[in-house]
């Protein structure tokens, strides 16, 4: 909960040109909670939408994938993300956890659509089918060439497409968690 608003106020502070008070939100949504390393790439979603491209952002963007860089040898670098790294990386290997991704990626953002089906425990199998896992790959990836094929037309549709795709990268990708 407190994440979210510190990440959005970094983006705003950002598009409105306040890039240090954007990275001091940034990092601050990072102590509340360490998915918000994914700061640097949600603002190249925001740029890459943008309507009319703005010089330098390059230069800043590679300023908050250091900040991000730094943040996260800060945090991985304590006791407790290491054991909570360790434990994850004996769940199942990265290449099961990639595969049960792709199948359970497309069924959470599914849930936006169908409410109805929202539930504390959805008995998600991370053992399914490859094919299914292909299937949902494609899923994915025909949303990425979507909102990319919109960005110029209605930059915020494909921004909205694009962000939750982003905000779930560290939780459901390399890194194995038991509720998918």
Not at 27 to 44: D, R, T
Not at 51 to 56: D, K, S
Not at 119 to 128: E, I, N, P
Request: with cysteine.
């Amino acid at each position: 909960g407190l994440m979210t608003p510190l990440l959005l106020g970094g983006l705003l502070l950002h598009d409105r040109g306040r890039r240090a008070s954007a990275l001091v939100l940034f990092a601050l949504a990072c102590l509340a909670k360490e998915v918000a390393l994914v700061f640097p790439a949600l603002l190249l979603v925001w740029e890459l939408t943008r309507a009319v491209p703005r010089p330098g952002r390059w230069r800043e963007l590679a300023i908050a994938a250091a900040v991000a860089a730094v943040t996260g040898a800060l945090l991985f670098s304590l006791v407790n993300y290491q054991a909570l790294l360790g434990y994850s990386s004996g769940l199942r290997p990265v290449s099961e956890n990639l595969l049960a991704s792709a199948r359970a990626i497309p069924e959470m953002l599914s849930l936006w659509i169908r409410p109805w089906a929202l539930s504390a425990d959805h008995a998600f199998d991370a053992a399914g089918h490859v094919g299914a896992a292909v299937a949902g790959l494609l899923l994915l990836a025909g949303l990425v060439t979507i909102a990319l094929a919109l960005r110029r037309r209605i930059p915020l549709l494909a921004f909205a497409i694009l962000w939750p795709l982003v905000a779930l990268l560290p939780t459901n990708s390399l890194v194995a968690k038991i509720d998918l």
